[in-house]
């Protein structure tokens, strides 16, 4: 029997078709339980949007998206090249099904790599050759670990990983994150929430905003610092009723001062 996969549950939430029936049962049951999920990762997709045009303001043309997921529309590439045709963009992610979607949808794009690999084993990342091949890391680079981090269990050293990464990069190299909490989250949606993603092969580990800002030590946070996703340097008023439904999920960015 088919087991449900977070990634291509995501892409469900997005309104897309590259997932299966089991996918799509426990996407159902998500939001039977908790219906903003739908709205929360829309709003994910928007601060997505936001990160890389605050990039791109700051000079940066390379982008290292960790745990990349199905792309859809919205996606880094198409906000980077769109405002600056010179960037380039390696795609990470462990998922099989995801990275063959990528290599199918954005075989022609020669600014844009795909690779397979484990966002968590950043060592195999960084030799990676769609990533060294690709990416000068003699030059600042925006790493981006959006809705991801929260699939990486404490055993693993999340902050440690970050880490690595940081140590990689030149100074100047800037750091999103986006991770969920369980903050206003009854007992209830909390349980029944982290049982449907134990299914998965990738069960969530919720953190507060205290554990987010320990996951960035070393890195310097930009204002406003670790914020609901909504909250980050919005475009526009948010909504009251978007901004409750959402907040149980945190984001944040932050640079590297010294490699």
Do not use: K
Request: with cysteine; hydrophobic share 40%; charged share 20%.
């Amino acid at each position: 029997m088919q087991r449900p996969n977070a990634a291509r549950m995501y892409d469900y939430f997005l309104g897309g078709t590259q997932n299966f029936p089991a996918d799509r049962v426990a996407a159902q049951r998500q939001l039977g339980l908790l219906p903003a999920t739908r709205v929360g990762v829309r709003e994910n997709r928007a601060f997505l949007r936001r990160v890389v045009r605050h990039c791109i303001g700051r000079g940066i043309r390379q982008f290292l998206d960790l745990g990349s997921g199905i792309p859809t529309a919205g996606n880094v590439h198409e906000v980077a090249l769109r405002d600056a045709p010179d960037s380039v963009i390696a795609y990470v992610d462990h998922e099989p099904v995801a990275v063959a979607h990528g290599l199918r949808l954005l075989h022609d794009e020669p600014n844009v790599t795909v690779t397979q690999a484990d966002l968590a084993e950043p060592r195999d990342v960084l030799s990676a050759a769609g990533v060294r091949g690709l990416l000068d890391f003699d030059r600042p680079i925006a790493v981006l670990a959006l809705s991801v981090l929260h699939f990486v269990p404490d055993e693993s050293d999340p902050a440690g990983i970050l880490a690595t990464y940081r140590r990689s990069c030149a100074p100047g190299s800037v750091l999103a994150i986006s991770h969920a909490s369980g903050a206003g989250l009854t007992t209830t949606q909390v349980t029944e929430g982290l049982r449907i993603y134990d299914e998965t092969p990738t069960p969530l580990t919720l953190r507060p905003a205290d554990r987010v800002d320990e996951l960035l030590a070393g890195w310097s946070v930009v204002s406003p610092g670790v914020v609901p996703v909504v909250d980050w340097r919005p475009e526009h008023q948010v909504d009251p009723d978007v901004r409750e439904a959402v907040g149980n999920g945190w984001a944040a960015v932050a640079v590297a001062t010294e490699a």
